[in-house]
């Protein structure tokens, strides 16, 4: 008796492969039926603040250029927790954020924490992302970049 193994297993290869390639993923452009519907951009936010890699324990602040500030204080790994929001001037949150826009973006790339840390992250006018931290022993931040930070520090009422 002789069995017909191999023109069955190639039809069922056959078949597998046609049935795989309907199911192809979208790898392209959106469409625009989907990507012209208005989008609500979030504004852009300074966010600064310091921590302990230590303990865990990270207090954040985010400016937005509109002038709410809003404060949040807890462990990294908590993803508990709510923000306190404040008001500061419109003034004097948008000069800090001309002062970020001052920042030399290209040499900006201190990624340093210590113990205890300090951060400043946002993005440029042009939506590049930055980060800086510093805190490490012997690593400091570029003089302009802890001068803003601690522009930023002045805005947090002392009652909080």
Known sequence: MKTHFAPSLLLTSGLLTLFSACQRSFSGPTPPS?????????????????????????????????????????????????????????????????????????????EASGNHYYFLESQTASGQPVRVVWGAHGATAPRCVRTLHQQLQELVPLTL
């Open 34 to 110: 989907i990507s012209s519907a208005p989008v609500a951009s979030a504004p852009r936010t300074l966010r600064f603040g310091s921590g302990s890699t230590y303990t865990g324990y990270e207090e954040v602040y985010a400016l937005q250029a509109n002038g709410r500030l809003a404060h949040k204080q807890g462990f990294v790994s908590s993803k508990a927790g709510s923000w306190t929001t404040l008001k500061v001037p419109s003034g004097q949150a948008r000069a800090c954020f001309r002062r970020f826009d001052s920042l030399p973006i290209d040499s900006l790339c201190v």
